[in-house]
């Protein structure tokens, strides 16, 4: 039998977090399990319900501070033939993960570093499901992880990933985007 890639290569992950940090409780806002998540703008490529070949990630508040993700992949989101394009893949766990840190702590923050570990290949029809979780918070640094499973939430891992958010203030979204801050967080009254 042909091991994959990822099971030949021996690889000892560095520590994560990075550095010591507090883990964080979840805002007293935050969603209750199995609650719904609409997107946090229409017009958002990775959860946006606007955009025609966006990725439309369906989001709800998970079990033990996690927020779960899913979409289909679709033969618009192919890299190689009948193949999930990597970098789209990325975008759906930066997606995933800035939702966790947003939904959890109810505070805006943008992506610092995104690093991504592909185990599997992810083909076009295939469901992927993704268990975002805060790993922890030094200042305004925000940690978190995800893992993708293919078809099932047990399903097998084709991905993980671990990103750096930092907080931000509502300005940060006026100052160097267009949008009034309602439009990126209804919640939001300025």
Not at 44 to 53: H, I, P
Not at 68 to 89: D, R
Not at 167 to 176: K, Y
């Amino acid at each position: 039998m042909v091991k994959l890639y990822a099971e030949r290569v021996s690889r000892v992950p560095p520590k994560w977090p990075p550095v010591e940090v507090v883990v964080p409780a979840p805002h007293p806002d935050a969603p209750e399990p199995g609650a719904k998540l609409g997107p946090h703008y229409s017009h958002c490529f990775g959860c946006g319900d606007e955009v025609e070949d966006g990725l439309r990630l369906q989001t709800e508040a998970g079990q033990d501070s996690t927020i779960v993700a899913q979409f289909t992949v679709t033969e618009s989101h192919q890299g190689a033939p009948g193949l999930a394009h990597g970098g789209l893949l990325a975008c759906a766990f930066d997606e995933a993960l800035g939702s966790t840190v947003g939904q959890l702590l109810r505070r805006p923050a943008v992506t610092g570093r995104l690093e991504t570990d592909f185990l599997r290949p992810v083909p076009v029809g295939s469901t992927l499901h993704i268990v975002g979780k805060l790993d922890g918070i030094a200042g305004r640094k925000v940690y978190a992880s995800a893992d993708g499973r293919l078809n099932a939430p047990d399903g097998p891992v084709a991905l993980r990933a671990r990103a750096l958010f930092v907080i931000v203030d509502f300005s940060h979204f006026t100052t160097h985007g267009t949008a009034d801050p309602r439009d990126v967080h209804p919640d939001v009254n300025p």
